[in-house]
């Protein structure tokens, strides 16, 4: 049994979250869920182009390392490996540190096909503060969690090991990989943390299972997302209660079009084309299009909120 299956024990509400989303995924499988999935293009040979610490402190690097590409993953968390795989999974190379006690920590090395992958992977399961490890971490359940370039790392003990101790281990791994990778393009359209965005929020994803996870749209793909899309969701803290924000950047502008229109009738339809509809909740919902960018907007508070929630992201967007 993968160690994934152990560090979810405790983290219950978010195991519930992986296999659900898992088995959505089997339901709908195909090429725009799990690209590269079984192919040699999306495949790797597991060596990392890096080299672990032999020794950190007094933990030392077992022989041996196991290694998983997309056709065997299954086997190492049956259930949970189709997230993995619509973020675009390459490989996973699992190490294990030996300490004087006996006791054992396994490191995970997630290769994944870009660095927007791996901050994907790593947002979708996020609740916990960041602890300074990598380009992004967090620290909870007896897992260290970061990501780095294109790589998403999970460090924990076979048996309890001390959170100062598995910070420790993930930060000489994190300086062992000497890649750094870019963020999303789209954060940079979100209004900042001064006008409310909560950056623990922020999550990024390819598929509609996902973001139906996350926040539900509706149950058939109504936004066309595939392995081509990429998207952003995100909250707001405003005076008038939470806002959700969701962007989605399509290949070109006949996509983005496309889903737009697809969105807006299945969605709104009453909105007709002045993209705005307060729902049975008294909230606004609103949604627009800027060349092959779309933007969403749940929850406004009222008209006005959600008109100037679209001029903040607007003027990020023609900078």
């Known amino acids: 049994m993968g160690g994934l299956w152990r560090r979810w024990i405790g983290r219950g509400k978010m195991r519930g979250w992986i296999l659900l989303v898992g088995g959505m995924m089997m339901a709908t499988s195909g090429p725009?869920?799990?690209?590269?999935?079984?192919?040699?293009?999306?495949?790797?040979?597991?060596?990392?182009?890096?080299?672990v610490p032999q020794k950190i402190g007094h933990w030392e690097l077992e022989k041996g390392k196991e290694t998983y590409g997309p056709e065997n993953l299954f086997d190492y968390m049956d259930g949970a490996a189709e997230l993995y795989l619509s973020y675009g999974f390459r490989s996973m190379t699992l190490h294990r540190y030996l300490g004087g006690d006996a006791s054992r920590v396994v490191v995970e090395i997630y290769e994944m096909a870009s660095s927007e992958d791996a901050y994907g992977i790593f947002s979708f399961e996020r609740e916990d503060e960041d602890v300074g490890v990598g380009q992004g971490s967090e620290l909870g359940?007896?897992?260290?969690?970061?990501?780095?370039?294109?790589?998403?790392?999970?460090?924990?003990g076979e048996k309890e090991t001390s959170d100062e101790e598995l910070v420790a281990i993930g930060k000489a791994i994190a300086d062992s990989i000497r890649?750094?990778?870019?963020?999303?393009?789209l954060i940079k359209?979100?209004?900042?943390?001064?006008?409310?965005?909560?950056?623990?929020?922020?999550?990024?994803f390819r598929n509609h299972v996902c973001l139906n996870q996350r926040f539900f749209i509706a149950n058939k793909n109504i936004l066309l997302l595939d392995s081509t899309t990429s998207g952003l969701m995100a909250q707001m803290r405003t005076p008038l209660g939470k806002?959700?924000?969701?962007?989605?950047?399509?290949?070109?502008?006949?996509?983005?079009?496309?889903?737009?229109?697809s969105f807006k009738l299945a969605f709104m339809p009453e909105a007709q084309r002045e993209g705005m509809i307060k729902t049975e909740d008294g909230k606004w919902t609103g949604a627009m299009?800027?060349?092959?960018?779309?933007?969403?907007?749940?929850?406004?508070?009222?008209?006005?909120?959600?008109?100037e929630i679209f001029r903040m992201v607007l003027?990020?967007?023609e900078k």
Request: no cysteine.
């Open 189 to 204: 359209f979100l209004p900042g943390e001064s006008r409310g965005l909560i950056p623990g929020s922020v999550r990024f």
């Open 289 to 307: 299009r800027k060349g092959k960018l779309w933007i969403g907007v749940f929850g406004a508070g009222d008209r006005g909120q959600l008109q």
């Open 32 to 51: 725009e869920f799990f690209p590269g999935k079984g192919s040699a293009a999306g495949g790797s040979t597991g060596d990392l182009p890096f080299v």
């Open 243 to 261: 806002v959700q924000i969701i962007l989605i950047d399509y290949p070109d502008e006949a996509r983005a079009a496309s889903a737009d229109k």
């Open 315 to 317: 003027e990020r967007v």
């Open 141 to 156: 359940g007896g897992t260290l969690r970061f990501w780095k370039g294109r790589y998403f790392v999970n460090v924990y």
């Open 179 to 185: 890649e750094t990778g870019r963020e999303p393009e």
